[in-house]
Nanobody, 118 residues
Framework: QVQLVQSGGGLVQPGGSLRLSCSAP????????MGWYRQTPGKRREDSEW??????????HYQDSVQGRFTISRDNAKNTVYLQMNSLKPEDAAVYHC?????????WGQGTQVTVSS
């Protein structure tokens, strides 16, 4: 089972910024829409909320609550997707999972913790 490799995350104060990264094998990345879900404290993994996605052509979409604060981007040369998170709020605290949606199946990253606290 292929797992995407995530990095980034950590502890940040409210109003701060973090960047998450997620890398995939090239044969998967090139044919996949990439995105992020987040699992907030107390919720099950299957109740994670979708955050953002970006298509293979670079078209991005966001959950309303992060629109204008988060930016998803992809570097096709590095097979990596990024989630730049600015103006972070305590309610953004969660475990963030990246995914790759290929024509055949979904792939997931291992998850990374984002904590927003003063």
């Amino acid at each position: 089972q292929v797992q995407l490799v995530q990095s980034g995350g950590g502890l940040v104060q409210p109003g701060g910024s973090l960047r998450l990264s997620c890398s995939a094998p090239g044969n998967i990345f090139s044919v996949s829409a990439m995105g992020w879900y987040r699992q907030t404290p107390g919720k099950r993994r299957e109740d994670s909320e979708w955050v953002a996605r970006i298509s293979t052509s670079g078209i991005s979409h966001y959950q309303d609550s992060v629109q204008g604060r988060f930016t998803i981007s992809r570097d096709n040369a590095k097979n990596t997707v990024y989630l730049q998170m600015n103006s972070l709020k305590p309610e953004d605290a969660a475990v963030y999972h990246c995914y790759a949606r290929s024509p055949d199946m979904m792939y997931w990253g291992q998850g990374t913790q984002v904590t927003v606290s003063s």
